[in-house]
């Protein structure tokens, strides 16, 4: 005897399978500067579609080394161009799939509002504080930027003995907020993450005082075959990710 099943079940069986066909994880590596901004737009993207997006961050030197070295990442969100440029000339990147997504703002912050005001050279090279916190200069853009500006104001050598590095921009942003530095240069979109608000006291630096803090996304080889990651670069370049970007503080190109 056959059991007759309504047409209705059949078809909902083989919507639940081809969605579960179509949904993929995909392995994004992003700048410790884009957590917060990217984190949002994840939700969003995920709200929408059947993919899942898993995230890790560090500084894009380090990010850099991990992609070489065989980390299986799909698409990377680095906070300088020179990595993805490097990745697709060794093969590691998709040609033409790079984007800048975003520019950066390098900013002087304190947690406390009375810390930063007046002239800001005059507050460094007082040295009323014990420690400056930077990125690293030589694995993250940000704290390239910071060296660059204080070179270019004349206190690189003389703050040497008050400078501490973090690994990335979100350690050295860590070291202020918890005020075991009482300043520091960071990403202006840390300072305008919605868990800051933009409180305490701040001084964006000019943008001449530094190299270009333009950023690139790239899709990785190991990553061309999947939709959801294709899906996911494309939805970074529409309106909705455009609007979250310019909220955190970011320019766009």
Known sequence: MFLRVPTFVFMFIFFVCVTTAAAEEVRVAVAANFLGTLKE?????????SHTILVSSGSSGKLYAQIKNGAPFDAFFSA???????????????????????VGRLTLWSPDSNVIQGEVPHILSEGHFDYLAIANPKTAPYGRAAEQ??????????????????????????????????????ALSQVLDPKIN????????????????AHEAVLLVTGQNHAGARAFLDFVKGDKSVAIIKQFGYELP
Do not use: C
């Not at 737009?41 to 579609?49: C, D, E, G, V, Y």
């Open 41 to 49: 737009i994840i939700t969003h993207f995920q709200a929408n579609t």
């Open 80 to 102: 300088d161009a020179e990595r993805p440029q490097l990745l697709e000339k060794e093969g590691l990147a998709v040609k033409g799939s790079r984007f800048v997504y975003s």
């Open 149 to 186: 500006t204080l070179k270019k104001m004349g206190l690189w050598e003389s703050l040497q003995g008050r400078i501490v590095q973090g690994e990335n921009i979100g350690q050295a942003f860590q070291f202020v907020y918890s005020k075991n530095a009482q300043l520091g240069f960071v």
């Open 198 to 213: 933009g409180s305490g006291s701040r001084w964006d630096v000019p943008i001449s005082f530094h190299h270009s803090l």
